[in-house]
Nanobody, 119 residues
Framework: QVTLVESGGGLVQAGGSLRLSCLAS????????MGWFRQAPGKEREFVAR????????SYADSVKGRFTISRDNAKNTVYLQMNSLKGDDTAVYYC????????????WGQGTQVTVSS
């Protein structure tokens, strides 16, 4: 069983930056990928970014390309999401997730951290 704990959310002005962290514990040896997702009020959860745990290969949603950067620290079992040039549309609860295979699904999810961008 993998437990994920996100941190780093908060209130920031438009144009500002935040860095989210996600600490994974328990059974992380089988991690294939980690991802960040977000869900805004009244909207469905959407993919933000992912990173392959061993190779570090990354991918991003078009809406965040060039502004967000996902990275990981294997020794600390932690994945980060550096968010720059934040916009009001980035306001959402951000979740990290772990996938144990190259398949599309993710197997474990964190509780989420709120990011609010004020204009």
């Amino acid at each position: 069983q993998v437990t994920l704990v996100e941190s780093g959310g908060g209130l920031v002005q438009a144009g500002g930056s935040l860095r989210l962290s996600c600490l994974a514990s328990g059974g992380t040896i089988s991690t294939y990928k980690m991802g960040w997702f977000r869900q805004a009020p009244g909207k469905e959860r959407e993919f933000v970014a992912r990173i392959t745990w061993s190779s570090g290969m990354t991918s991003y949603a078009d809406s965040v390309k060039g502004r967000f950067t996902i990275s990981r620290d294997n020794a600390k079992n932690t994945v980060y999401l550096q968010m720059n040039s934040l916009k009001g549309d980035d306001t959402a609860v951000y979740y990290c997730a772990v996938g144990r295979s190259p398949l599309a699904r993710y197997d474990y999810w964190g509780q989420g951290t709120q990011v609010t961008v004020s204009s």
